[in-house]
């Protein structure tokens, strides 16, 4: 079955970096798009950043500028640098799939993703 496995979360000062990870197996890695969400507490999960299995991103929009997804196909792994990191950051971030192989767009909702990680918490001082 498909294992998401997030890690790279941790504890960092307003304006500074982190970068979180997501191990996937189970399936051909390659011909899926993957998504990371996140969760603050109090608040509804979220849609943070997309990749399409071509290559193809989308982003939230106060994220836009500060955040960067990307796909290593051969290490089955996808990666969301965070820059110029707010306290209102701060959250659980998810790393998710689709069931559909190669869809015809990038997936930004909760509803069509169906495979979860188990998540990572990011902590952002002031």
């Known amino acids: 079955q498909v294992q998401l496995v997030e890690s790279g979360g941790g504890l960092v000062q307003a304006g500074g970096s982190l970068r979180l990870s997501c191990a996937a197996s189970?399936?051909?890695?390659?011909?899926?798009?993957m998504g990371w969400f996140r969760q603050a507490p109090g608040k509804e999960r979220e849609f943070v950043a997309a990749i399409h299995w071509s290559g193809d991103k989308t982003y939230k929009d106060s994220v836009k500028g500060r955040f960067t997804i990307s796909r290593d196909n051969a290490k089955k792994t996808v990666y969301l640098q965070m820059g110029t990191l707010k306290p209102e950051d701060t959250a659980v971030y998810y790393c998710?799939?689709?069931?559909?192989?190669?869809?015809?767009?990038?997936?930004?909702?909760?509803?069509?993703?169906?495979?979860w990680g188990q998540g990572t918490q990011v902590t952002v001082s002031s």
């Open positions: 189970g399936r051909t890695f390659s011909m899926y798009a």
């Open positions: 998710a799939t689709v069931v559909s192989s190669y869809s015809p767009y990038t997936p930004s909702t909760e509803a069509e993703y169906s495979y």
